[in-house]
């Protein structure tokens, strides 16, 4: 099979790879860029462990094909800390409120909850559950996830804005 060129923006680098046409996005971003943040579950869309930001929305890369992101702006869960290596404030409300048991899901909720919150800033319970709902968690019952999520919400709410 023949290679293809693609270039992509990932975490706001330019990364530009020969991949095969059938190369899912999870395995490009792991296998060729070696971002393993973003997790392989069930290679059938029913978890979200793989769930990243695609053009600012929330997609499954077990879906996509890597020749399907070209010119695309990609952002993963190694993506959302900041310069300074702070963590995000959903990563940091995940943390402080027991949001994660043995972190398998964990990305994918960070940015499941990424792409929720950028729609919904100030979710209700019944929301944030409605918005998670495409990822799977065996651990936790949820319940510490919609508190971390319900956390993150209220701590960016209260961030000055950048001007």
Known sequence: MTALKISVRVNGEQRTSEVEPRLLLVDYLRDVLGLTGTHVGCDTTNCGACTI?????????????????????????EGMQ??????????????????????YCTPGMVMQAAWLLKENPSPTEDEIRMGITGNLCRCTGYQNIVKSIEAASKAMSSKPARG
């Not at 310069?83 to 409120?97: S, T, V």
């Open 53 to 77: 930001l695609v053009d600012g929305k929330s997609v499954k890369s077990c879906t996509m094909f890597a020749v399907q992101a070209d010119g695309r702006d990609l952002t993963t869960i």
């Open 82 to 103: 900041g310069a300074d290596g702070q963590l995000h404030p959903i990563q940091r409300a995940f943390w402080e409120n027991h949001g994660l048991q043995c972190g």
